[in-house]
């Protein structure tokens, strides 16, 4: 018998409770019995994100909040900073390239993070700007951008920070007023342990101010309709009833737990499974982690991707490898949303034993000992 473990960047394990609550028999959209579970979780996102602005419900995978923070906020012909440091900063490069937007694209290497100087350059160099995106943890590498420092840059300026945090919402500090970050979204197939389907996002004044005179596109994702349904605890289209549901007890989970236990647990996970990994003698990938996941480079000699389809096909470990420059060089454990650390464990056990098995030299056990080690500091 082999049990299957997801241990991926998204989607992520669902928590039986949260199954449970999805398997309840539908409501209606338009009820009185949905529109109370609606607000509260309006309620619950508005704390989760750490705003006082109004948190949008889409019924879409995260991409779909990324074009809708795209669409709202911008006219045909602006430019924008578009940070471009994997396969999901390239996204937002090409939403500008689909909808005639001017991207000054910053490159990063991947791996790296980028420098809040080479974006404020990007604004002196370029007036005109009106808005900079970028991700919080880019997923395809396991990069942690400076979203705080790029926040305070932009507060210098005309230009919005719009910050994609579909798999670091719930897994990092990311206090939306606070930082003065101007559109955060997210997902809740990620830390919020649900399965894919259900996007949302906040928005500022300031932004809501660009979106008066916006003129991209938008007809499903207008978000001035959304929130004036949402304002109602109603949705403008059919919402996706049985998640919704299961994102109010999501965030009753996250409540029960703290916010700032549940930042602490992943920054833990996060420690044991990189200590456990440079014990193994591996490097890790991201030179600015991001406590969402570990992205580690394979030894010489082996094929990430080999190594990714040996885990899961052997002992039931589903783990991602790289993309595009990445692929056959890396692999990527997630530790966000409903991970503890006999989670880290196993999956620090089964690569040891991957890598053994694949003719790497590794010492069986090391790993996981620097992995206990971590944890029990």
Request: proline share 5%.
């Given at each position: 018998m082999?049990?299957?473990?997801?241990?991926?960047?998204?989607?992520?394990?669902?928590?039986?409770?949260?199954?449970?609550?999805?398997?309840?028999?539908?409501?209606?959209?338009?009820?009185?019995?949905?529109?109370?579970?609606?607000?509260?979780?309006?309620?619950?996102?508005?704390?989760?994100?750490?705003?006082?602005?109004?948190?949008?419900?889409?019924?879409?995978?995260?991409?779909g909040?990324m074009?809708?923070?795209?669409?709202?906020?911008?006219?045909?012909?602006?430019s924008?900073?578009?940070?471009?440091?994997?396969?999901?900063?390239?996204?937002?490069?090409?939403?500008?390239?689909?909808?005639?937007?001017?991207?000054?694209?910053?490159?990063?290497?991947?791996?790296?993070?980028?420098?809040?100087?080479?974006?404020?350059?990007?604004?002196?160099?370029?007036?005109?700007?009106?808005?900079?995106?970028?991700?919080?943890?880019?997923?395809?590498?396991g990069?942690?951008?400076?979203?705080?420092?790029?926040?305070?840059?932009?507060?210098?300026?005309?230009?919005?920070?719009?910050?994609?945090?579909?798999?670091?919402?719930?897994?990092?500090?990311?206090?939306?007023?606070e930082?003065?970050i101007?559109?955060?979204?997210?997902?809740?197939?990620?830390?919020?342990?649900?399965?894919?389907?259900?996007?949302?996002?906040?928005?500022?004044?300031?932004?809501?101010?660009?979106n008066?005179?916006?003129?991209?596109?938008?007809?499903?994702?207008?978000?001035?309709?959304?929130?004036?349904?949402?304002?109602?605890?109603?949705?403008?289209?059919?919402?996706?009833?049985?998640?919704?549901?299961?994102?109010?007890?999501?965030?009753?989970?996250?409540?029960?737990?703290?916010?700032?236990?549940?930042?602490?647990?992943?920054?833990?996970?996060?420690?044991?499974?990189?200590?456990?990994?440079t014990?193994?003698?591996?490097?890790?990938?991201?030179?600015?982690?991001?406590?969402?996941?570990?992205?580690?480079?394979?030894?010489?000699?082996?094929?990430?991707?080999?190594l990714?389809?040996?885990?899961?096909?052997?002992?039931?470990?589903?783990?991602?490898?790289?993309?595009?420059?990445?692929?056959?060089?890396?692999?990527?454990i997630?530790?966000?949303?409903?991970?503890?650390e006999?989670?880290?464990?196993v999956?620090?056990?089964?690569?040891?034993?991957?890598?053994?098995?694949l003719?790497?030299?590794v010492?069986?056990?090391?790993?996981?000992?620097?992995?206990?080690?971590?944890?029990?500091?």
């Amino acid at each position: 018998m082999k049990k299957i473990r997801l241990l991926t960047p998204g989607p992520t394990p669902v928590p039986e409770r949260l199954a449970l609550r999805m398997a309840r028999p539908i409501v209606h959209h338009r009820s009185p019995e949905f529109e109370a579970v609606f607000a509260r979780v309006r309620e619950g996102l508005a704390w989760l994100l750490q705003t006082r602005q109004d948190v949008l419900v889409l019924a879409s995978s995260g991409t779909g909040a990324m074009e809708a923070a795209f669409v709202n906020f911008l006219r045909k012909g602006d430019s924008a900073v578009v940070v471009d440091a994997g396969k999901f900063g390239e996204r937002w490069g090409k939403l500008a390239k689909g909808y005639g937007v001017n991207a000054v694209t910053l490159k990063c290497e991947w791996g790296s993070a980028v420098e809040p100087a080479a974006v404020e350059k990007a604004l002196r160099d370029h007036p005109g700007i009106k808005a900079v995106f970028v991700q919080a943890n880019e997923s395809s590498t396991g990069v942690y951008h400076p979203v705080r420092e790029l926040a305070q840059i932009t507060a210098r300026s005309s230009a919005i920070l719009v910050v994609d945090a579909i798999s670091a919402v719930g897994a990092m500090p990311l206090p939306m007023d606070e930082w003065g970050i101007d559109i955060l979204l997210g997902a809740c197939h990620k830390a919020l342990a649900l399965p894919p389907g259900i996007a949302f996002l906040g928005a500022s004044e300031k932004a809501w101010k660009l979106n008066e005179t916006a003129d991209l596109p938008r007809f499903y994702f207008d978000l001035r309709r959304e929130r004036e349904s949402q304002r109602k605890n109603q949705t403008a289209w059919t919402p996706a009833i049985a998640l919704v549901e299961g994102l109010d007890e999501s965030l009753q989970m996250f409540r029960e737990e703290g916010l700032e236990a549940c930042f602490a647990r992943h920054e833990r996970l996060a420690r044991a499974a990189r200590a456990g990994m440079t014990a193994l003698g591996l490097s890790l990938y991201s030179r600015s982690p991001s406590n969402a996941m570990t992205t580690v480079l394979a030894p010489a000699g082996i094929d990430s991707e080999k190594l990714v389809k040996h885990l899961f096909a052997e002992y039931g470990i589903k783990l991602v490898g790289g993309q595009d420059a990445a692929k056959g060089k890396i692999f990527r454990i997630a530790h966000l949303g409903y991970f503890d650390e006999f989670d880290i464990l196993v999956v620090i056990a089964a690569v040891e034993r991957g890598l053994h098995d694949l003719g790497a030299k590794v010492s069986l056990g090391a790993g996981l000992a620097a992995a206990q080690k971590a944890l029990a500091s």
